[in-house]
């Protein structure tokens, strides 16, 4: 446990990094909450306060007319301990962004403890990422003849019906939420994001479509994160997947408590609500049980 000087000392340089990195990319680099920005201040000023939510913000990085997007996410002990880091682009395909984000959580592994690294990870892209970029074009390029269009599968085609259960040591970044809400909705999949501590992600839809969401989530750098649990209901009528959901859109919910923790007495509610409730022990290996507050 980091005594409070300590806390101090690894904020003073998660600030001093973001004010080096904002002098060179002034327009490039966001900021993801300027709230936190400011507690982490506060903190320094008076470490009596209680602990800030880790500070996050993204650097656009250009790269011959496409652009890299680097998402960080740094916990309260770094440099002390590694940042989460991951990379998108619009112009990669799901193979490239996966290797990409394979090869750069190894630079971050090799990243020396103590040491601020966040511009060595964009020194790294700046070298590396159009070697990506072309792949992905080259491979999109020869398949666009071979793909069919998604959107004129044959309504009575029989497909796999899934329910994705994932578990993540927790959700807090705001750029991956959204990353994963938006694919959510770009694939026709139905479920939950519970944010906080833990994190779970809860997403059904055809087999393929959940396959594809899980193959974009898991390259997000996560501190831990895994299929608890999968379920599918072989041989269902395309038209007909909406009668087997459970959920009827996809939303983020959220039941903290204190230090950031989820109430799991208003997650197991919340899971009987939808008739998941088998979900919980899979999840968390006990048996659930309503908290005091629910309803």
Known sequence: MSTPQEVTETLMAQVNELQTLQSIYPTELVVADHGVLADINEYIERPDRDLPRWLEYAITIPLNGENVELLINLPTNYPKERPEAYARGSHLDRTQQCLLNKDLSAIVKDQEEGEA???????????????????????????????????????????????????????????????????????????????GKPGIICMEGTLEDCDYCWQKIKVMNWQRILIKLLEKEENCIRESVGNVRKFADFQEVSFPTTERHNDMGQLFKYLTDHDCQHAFKELFGIEGKFSKFSD
């Not at 511009?119 to 398949?143: F, G």
Request: contains cysteine; glycine residues 2%; proline residues 1%.
């Open 117 to 195: 690294c966040i511009y060595t990870l964009i020194s790294w892209l700046q070298d590396n990422a159009e070697t990506y970029l072309k792949a992905s074009v080259c491979s999109q390029a020869d398949k666009r003849s071979d793909v069919p269009n998604r959107g004129n599968t044959d309504d009575q085609t029989a497909v796999v019906f899934a329910r994705y259960w994932i578990y993540s040591h927790h959700i807090y970044s705001k750029f991956k939420r959204r990353d994963v809400a938006s694919l959510a909705r770009e694939n026709s999949i139905t479920g939950f994001c519970l944010a």
